[in-house]
Structures are given as structure tokens and as C-alpha cells.
């Protein structure tokens, strides 16, 4: 939906001014509405909260809903700049965000409030030389594993982000976005594209420090193959702060083979804590594979697997954990904006005393 027609003049009204919408300038509305039908069952003891199935109204299982305001200029020369607001939704309760502050049963904060404009908040500069993004912006590793990934980015069913991103299971510190950033990527180079980032501290007292990434993704024709390190000392909302000394490196590689008749993709990861204490004091192996497959012209059937090893560092307190998540679903689109899906996930953290979760989801996407 084109909005300069009817949003600048309204601007200008309210300013008091005259304002022109130039050609070369557009700006849009845009975002995506997940809502589904789900009974949720995750590995626990058995009779736990975790272990009981629990039906409900939910929404962001395929993808997380959010609203987007973005415009761009061409300055001419090849040369564009623009920008991006994105504000995660649960549009099953109205709210914003991806979750509320919350505690464990210590009183300790185990994730903070999302801020608005949580998914992103940023100004770029885009020309021959590649592109600069100064501001909030997706976070490295979760890019690449979107990217090699046949459920994207959906925290409720896919098994890497749930084993990586997820506030429950995940063991990343840095969040799927990072703030006060800077990143820069270059132009294709015969396939090949290598971008980099920093997420600045932004404190006096040296309880944080800067976070830094360097990625690389070659692309020939169905084949794709991508590599990403960073290492993260500082982290913002919903996330919690780190504290002086801990940080996180986080590696990930990356393959993926369209076939025609099916696409097929493949994760591997490694996680380092470094300067934590207990539980967190540990260090995770993670992989995922994966196949998207067209069954009819419009329906597709999306099936993952993925597994984290976590281990245990001297001096921590966590045992060695196995733990599987294999998703399948099929997933229908109605037209190019809408599609419908279903899904059934079984969950395995193979710990003394858990038994095996399985979820199912029935639930529709409309993007606008």
C-alpha cells in the first residue's frame, strides 16, 4: 500500500506546512498477521506445565506478526537511501512486542519488554559501494539461519531457531536484532556477497562491550552456500544485560540445493559462553536439516530436523543435554498474499525423568 499520497499531506497538515511528494520517493505500509490454533506439549517430567497439552488461540508460529512503515529516495547516480520501522505484534491478544517482562520463581528477570519498534529501527544508505544500515537491525546469525532454513524464521516450529533463539530453549544472548548498530554489506560479486557489523556498548562503566559479525554467502544459480561468526558483549531488550567479562561467540555454516523437486537445507553451529557461571556456564552444538517440497501448484510440504548438544564447561553446573525437535507441516497458499497451514511437532530434551512433547497447529498467514 502506497502511503504518499495520503500520509504526507496529512503530515503536512498537522505540521502546518506544504509539503511535495516527489516521484522519486514512495512510502509504504506493509506486514503480516499470524494467528493459529494450537495444542502446545513441549518436553517435561511427566504432569509438569511443559508436559500438559495446552490449546489456545496463538499467534506467530509460522512467522512473528508485525507492522512495518518503511520509504526510500533515489538520490540519483544509483544512489538510494531510505528507511525501516518494524513493530512486532500478537495479534491473538492485541499486543505489541514478542513477550512482557517476566521472572522466574527466584524473582530474577529472565527477558525484558520488547521496545515498539523491536524488529527494526533504521536509516540506509544503498549504492554501487553496497549498503550502510545505522540503527536496530536483524541480527547476523539469525539472517543466515532464516535464510537456510525451510520454516524461515518461525519461532514456534522451526527446530534451529527454537534451539537457538528461543527464550525457553535457545542459548543465543544477543536477540534476533541488535541495536545501536552498523552494518555493511557489499554488492554481489559474482554470487559471492560479504557484509559485516558492530552493536556499540553504549556504557561508561565497561559492564559491556562491543559486538561484532562478519558474514559470507556465495550463490550459484540452485546452490547457496553461507558462513557467519560473531561475538557478542552487549545485548539490549528482551534479552538480558550481560555483565563485565561474559560474552558469546556464536558460528554458524550454511548450505542449501534447490533440485526442482524439492529444496533441501542444512545448519551447523557452534555456541561459546565465556566469563558465565552455572547453569549458563556451557557451550552448544547445534544442527539442523531440512527439505521444502512441492506437492501440488499452490501447497508445499516443509519437514525439519534439528539438535542441540549443550555441554557443560569446568565449573558448570549443567549436564550434558540432548535435545531434538523435528517439525513437519504443509503449508497452502490461497493466493500470493495469504496462505493456510498445518503442522505437528514433536519436542525431545532427553533429560533424566522428560518425556517427549507434540504439539499441532492449524493456523493462516495474511501479509498486506
Known amino acids: 500500500m502506497s502511503?504518499?499520497?495520503?500520509?504526507?499531506?496529512?503530515?503536512?497538515?498537522?505540521?502546518?506546512?506544504?509539503?511535495?511528494?516527489?516521484?522519486?520517493?514512495?512510502?509504504?505500509?506493509?506486514?503480516?498477521?499470524?494467528?493459529?490454533?494450537?495444542?502446545?506439549?513441549?518436553?517435561g517430567t511427566e504432569g509438569s506445565t511443559d508436559n500438559k497439552h495446552l490449546t489456545k488461540v496463538d499467534s506467530n508460529n509460522m512467522i512473528t506478526s508485525y507492522i512495518g512503515l518503511k520509504g526510500v529516495e533515489d538520490l540519483?547516480?544509483?544512489?538510494?537511501?531510505?528507511?525501516?520501522?518494524?513493530?512486532?505484534?500478537?495479534?491473538?491478544t492485541g499486543a505489541s512486542g514478542r513477550n512482557d517482562l517476566t521472572t522466574n520463581s527466584s524473582a530474577v528477570v529472565t527477558a525484558k519488554a520488547d521496545p515498539f519498534w523491536s524488529r527494526a529501527a533504521n536509516v540506509y544508505l544503498q549504492g554501487g559501494f553496497g549498503k550502510v544500515v545505522?540503527?536496530?537491525q536483524i541480527d547476523p546469525v539469525y539472517a543466515?539461519?532464516?535464510?537456510?532454513?525451510?520454516?524461515?524464521?518461525?519461532?514456534?516450529?522451526?527446530?534451529?531457531?527454537r534451539l537457538s533463539f528461543n527464550n525457553k530453549w535457545g542459548?543465543?544472548?544477543g536477540d534476533s536484532g541488535w541495536s545501536n548498530a552498523v552494518s555493511y554489506a557489499t554488492p554481489s560479486m559474482g554470487g559471492l556477497t560479504l557484509s559485516t557489523a558492530a552493536q556499540a556498548a553504549e556504557v561508561t562503566d565497561g559492564s559491556e562491550g562491543s559486538s561484532y559479525s562478519l558474514a559470507a554467502n556465495y550463490v550459484n544459480g540452485p546452490l547457496a552456500v553461507g558462513g557467519v561468526w560473531q561475538t557478542v558483549r552487549s545485548v539490549e531488550a528482551p534479552k538480558v544485560d550481560l555483565t563485565k567479562g561474559q560474552r558469546q561467540t556464536f558460528g554458524l555454516a550454511?548450505?542449501?540445493?534447490?533440485?526442482?523437486?524439492?529444496?533441501?537445507?542444512?545448519?551447523?553451529g557452534k555456541i561459546g559462553n565465556h566469563?558465565?557461571?552455572?547453569?549458563?556456564?556451557?557451550?552448544?552444538?547445534?544442527?539442523?536439516l531440512g527439505a521444502s517440497v512441492p506437492v501440488?501448484?499452490?501447497?508445499?510440504?516443509?519437514?525439519s530436523f534439528g539438535q542441540s548438544k549443550e555441554r557443560a564447561v569446568e565449573g558448570g553446573t549443567t549436564p550434558k543435554t540432548l535435545h531434538n525437535i523435528l517439525t513437519v507441516a504443509y503449508d497452502h497458499f490461497l493466493s500470493k498474499r495469504t496462505d493456510t497451514y498445518v503442522a505437528v511437532m514433536m519436542d525431545n530434551e532427553k533429560l533424566t525423568g522428560f518425556k517427549k512433547g507434540y504439539s499441532y497447529v492449524a493456523g493462516m498467514r495474511h501479509a498486506f
Do not use: W
Open 3 to 43: 502511503l504518499s499520497k495520503c500520509l504526507l499531506p496529512v503530515l503536512a497538515v498537522s505540521a502546518g506546512v506544504c509539503t511535495t511528494a516527489h516521484a522519486q520517493s514512495s512510502y509504504n505500509l506493509y506486514g503480516v498477521v499470524d494467528l493459529s490454533i494450537a495444542s502446545m506439549q513441549l518436553s
Open 76 to 92: 540519483g547516480d544509483g544512489l538510494k537511501a531510505g528507511f525501516v520501522m518494524e513493530a512486532f505484534l500478537r495479534p491473538d
Open 134 to 136: 545505522l540503527g536496530r
Open 144 to 161: 543466515q539461519m532464516v535464510a537456510y532454513n525451510p520454516f524461515g524464521g518461525a519461532f514456534g516450529l522451526s527446530p534451529a531457531i
Open 171 to 173: 542459548n543465543d544472548k
Open 254 to 268: 550454511n548450505v542449501s540445493y534447490d533440485a526442482g523437486f524439492a529444496k533441501f537445507f542444512a545448519e551447523y
Open 275 to 288: 566469563g558465565f557461571t552455572g547453569a549458563t556456564r556451557i557451550n552448544t552444538m547445534l544442527y539442523q
Open 296 to 303: 501440488t501448484s499452490a501447497g508445499k510440504v516443509l519437514a
